[in-house]
């Protein structure tokens, strides 16, 4: 068996050898460019194919361009949701479900997963990444990679490094010392380099201490290269590349998107004037031919599996995620479950409860096939059983947002969305270049329809009808580069013409508000224009209902509701978008009047259950006055079903919070030292989440690892070894029972304390976890693997990885805060 694979190896490096030896440094140069936005490019003379990457990493995203194969994709739990479950078992399936979608959609890398660590609750960012703990993140992480690379689909490890914030990520520099590094914003990045092999690495866009990391030597050859051994691809994120050069000798192997910025012909001719060796540039061609190798593209006799997309395995499966992650932070008096015999009438408040948002925004994005509504759900499966009746309460957005595809019909008035038509040039003229029904006018420089099919300058004329769902007050708007105007009834409502605007995210806003009546059709017309030289083309299409003050009577009505149904929930949450890549959270608190609908129902109502339809920390002023809080996060496609599902307790709550929640802003670690501006102060240093919470003695609003069951666990017989010596590998034990009346899930931790060590350390660390599933009644007996890595910390100084001689805690819990059993032994030398 190992002869064979040896045998392989060697055939296969045989092959790249033979194939780089004939690459001309034209053909060379131009493999370390995409050919587009998505493609490497192909060398048909010898046979060299292409490969298509295509945003993740929670679902494929199928709205990036024209010629490849649209259409929905099924969209699973965001990034902290995977981690809440604590289950990596489960999560290579994600990873499995995901390659057999990936290829399905004609690609053949999915970039992710996001294994940034949560350093600050208001990053926008947060939902997509994993936790606080590199430990953590790097078994959930690990266990994606391994399940999508099983597929032969290739994964992309991002964003290396320290991207940590949205503020100012394209050019400022976190500015970080060595060991911190090392431990929290690089451990998890090592653990799954070395032991899951990903195809590609994908540099993030900001500095690290004052050098990009597209052209950071330290980073992407000395540490990534040379000391992990990584032999995939480094790619840049996209438009991440600055130099010529610097990159390619730094360590960026491919510059995307394509066609190349940087590494063209200027970089032939850096060879050409001996600026840079062409061995450097074999070695990225090298790089990148291995990974073409492995997709299996290089062999004309490789049959592919077809892959699968949107099947009910996949739902299922998408649905078993959202109800594992689904973490229980508050149950007083046992209001949860719902008892179906002894409650009668159930009153559903708020925005999340018809509008649940399944994902953050940004390039993680993904159109699923249909989205579960809680409300719709909850109705249909109670139905003859319990009277259920709604009342919105308030909004939940601040400004607008993009107008759903229900509100909009096209010109045959048939269906939703509207007619869009796309024309060469500006001015409207000749033949449409396309024809179709856009879903929803919601753009942006790298989905732009058919930006692929266009020319550098276009225009799009939209037509259709908008029907509001309510009477009173609404008001349209456009978010916008480029030249949008927009007409209601023939009547112009909006000329907005930012033509300085040169960056999506900074794009700027135009409104108009007029009184609509519910279920009326209004004539809408939109035309957008880009100009030649505009870079960044985005409109985003807006509508509301936004009543006057003294006309909103929605919390009133949601109040009087509440009195008179036994048991309140409030569904509550962020409006589409507003967590997402690009920018950051203002505060903690939710949007709208959504802490004040709380307020007020709990007031009359007892029985008061909030359900969080948010992926980051928020502030809860209410906490105190409702019986019961369920966190549901971002929870894909299925969310309304498997929140139904943990409320009628058709599923036991198992989810525990992979990032502490603070009690308000400034009891975080980084607090003094956030957003910064060109630079970026990491001057918490190692004390990130927990570590920073345990080490001030703050204590949260909920712990990391917290997350409560409709059950209970007993922990007994924690049993680990007196003494044990560096380089030895070492098992820690205890039983778990489950002394409650229902199965359920148990998520143990265990955590070490160093009692004594040459530089300071936190109070507790995590360094094994196991989700363990016990029936009524049941006991098992679960195990803790311990290597040298679990005691050492990074001593700068020395340049290595250190575990001191001394004595060691062992602290196992149910959350770092919630420590049931401990015993000690000594690391001897």
């Known amino acids: 068996m190992k002869e064979t694979q040896i045998e392989n190896k060697n055939q296969n490096e045989s092959q790249i050898i033979d194939l780089l030896s004939n690459l001309s440094l034209k053909e060379k140069i131009s493999l370390l460019a995409g050919k587009d936005s998505w493609r490497t490019p192909p060398i048909d003379r010898l046979g060299i194919p292409s490969l298509v990457m295509t945003d993740g990493p929670h679902g494929v995203r199928s709205d990036l361009s024209g010629d490849r194969i649209q259409g929905p994709a099924t969209a699973f739990p965001t990034g902290v949701s995977l981690a809440a479950t ?21 690609c053949d890398i999915l970039l992710g997963p996001c294994v940034n660590i949560i350093r600050h609750p208001l990053a926008g960012r947060n939902f997509e990444s994993y936790s606080e703990d590199p430990f953590l993140a790097a078994m959930i992480g690990k266990a994606w990679v391994n399940g999508i690379q099983s597929k032969h689909i290739g994964a992309s490890v991002k964003h290396f490094a320290c991207n940590n914030q949205e503020f100012e990520r394209s050019r400022g520099s976190s500015v970080i010392d060595e060991r911190t590094l090392r431990e929290i914003y690089l451990a998890q990045f090592e653990n799954i380099i070395k032991d899951a092999d990903p195809w590609t690495v994908m540099c993030s866009y900001n500095r690290i201490n004052g050098v990009y990391a597209s052209q950071n030597y330290f980073l992407l050859t000395e540490i990534l290269k040379n000391e992990w051994g990584f032999e995939g691809v480094v790619v840049s994120d996209w438009g991440a590349n600055h130099t010529i050069i610097e990159s390619v000798i730094g360590g960026l192997d491919i510059e995307m998107p394509g066609p190349s910025k940087y590494y063209g012909n200027l970089l032939a001719d850096a060879v050409s004037t001996w600026q840079i060796e062409e061995k450097i540039i074999d070695q990225a061609v090298t790089r990148i031919l291995r990974m073409i190798q492995k997709s299996g593209k290089l062999d004309p006799k490789t049959v592919f599996p077809n892959g699968s997309v949107n099947t009910k395995e996949h739902q299922e499966l998408a649905r078993l995620v959202a109800e594992e992650s689904i973490t229980l932070l508050k149950n007083e008096g046992a209001i949860l479950p719902i008892n179906v015999n002894e409650i009668r009438s159930i009153a559903i408040i708020g925005p999340a409860a018809t509008d649940m948002q399944i994902s953050g925004g940004g390039s993680s994005t993904v159109t699923p096939p249909y989205i579960t509504q809680p409300l719709d759900v909850i109705q249909t499966r109670l139905k003859g059983k319990i009277d259920v009746l709604y009342e919105k309460g308030c909004d939940n957005y601040v400004g607008i947002t993009a107008a759903k595809n229900q509100v909009l019909s096209p010109l045959q008035d048939t269906g939703n969305g509207i007619n869009g038509f796309y024309y060469s040039g500006t001015e409207f003229s000749g033949d449409p270049l396309i024809s179709r029904i856009d879903n929803r006018i919601d753009f942006w420089w790298l989905s732009f329809a058919p930006l692929d099919q266009t020319p550098e300058s276009f225009s799009v004329r939209w037509n259709g009808y908008i029907t509001p769902q309510q009477n009173g007050r609404h008001t349209l708007g456009v978010e916008n580069t480029g030249v949008c105007r927009v007409w209601l009834d023939e009547n112009l409502i909006i000329d907005h013409s930012p033509l300085a605007s040169k960056d999506f995210f900074h ?13 009326q059709k209004y004539l809408l017309r939109i035309e957008y224009i880009r100009p030649r030289g505009l870079d960044f083309p985005h409109i985003r299409f807006l509508f509301g209902f936004t009543p006057l003050e003294i006309d909103d009577h929605r919390i009133e009505n949601a109040v009087n509701l509440a009195k008179k ?14 967590e997402s890549e690009g920018n950051d959270r203002p505060n903690l608190d939710l949007t709208g009047k959504q802490n004040e609908l709380i307020s007020a129902v709990a007031k009359v109502n007892p029985n008061t259950v909030v359900i969080l339809n948010v992926g980051s920390p928020i502030t809860m002023p209410w906490l105190d006055h409702v019986a019961g809080v369920i966190l549901a996060y971002y929870p894909g496609l299925e969310g309304g079903n498997a929140i139904t599902s943990v409320l009628l307790g058709e599923a036991n709550p198992s989810g525990s919070l992979s990032v502490s929640f603070p009690k308000k802003i400034s009891d975080t670690p980084a607090y003094i030292n956030y957003p910064g501006y060109k630079e970026v102060i990491y001057g918490e240093g190692i004390f990130v989440g927990y570590r920073y919470y345990e080490m001030k003695e703050i204590e949260p609003l909920f712990a990391f690892g917290h997350g ?3 059950t209970t666990f007993k922990y007994s017989d924690l049993n680990a070894p007196d003494e044990f010596h560096t380089n030895e590998p070492i098992c820690v034990s205890l039983k778990v029972k489950n002394t409650g009346k229902i199965a359920g899930k148990e998520t143990v931790q265990l955590y070490i304390h160093d009692y004594q060590s040459t530089l300071i350390r936190p109070p507790k660390e995590l360094k094994g976890f196991t989700k363990v599933f016990l029936e009524p009644g049941e006991e098992k007996t679960v195990y803790f693997n311990l290597d ?15 575990a001191e001689p001394g004595l060691f805690e062992f602290l196992v819990g149910s959350s770092s805060q919630d420590i049931r059993l401990r015993t000690t032994g000594q690391l001897a030398r």
């Open 788 to 802: 040298q890595r679990s005691f050492s910390f990074y001593n700068p100084d020395r340049k290595s990885w250190t």
């Open 565 to 578: 149904s036994q048991v309140a929930i409030v569904f509550a949450g962020y409006p589409e978008g507003y």
């Open 708 to 710: 409560l069951s409709y």
């Open 507 to 519: 794009s700027s806003t135009a409104s108009h508000a007029l009184e609509m009546t519910e279920g």
């Open 86 to 106: 604590w289950n990596p078992e489960l999560i290579e399936n994600v990873g499995n479900a995901l390659a057999d979608e990936t290829r399905a959609m004609g």
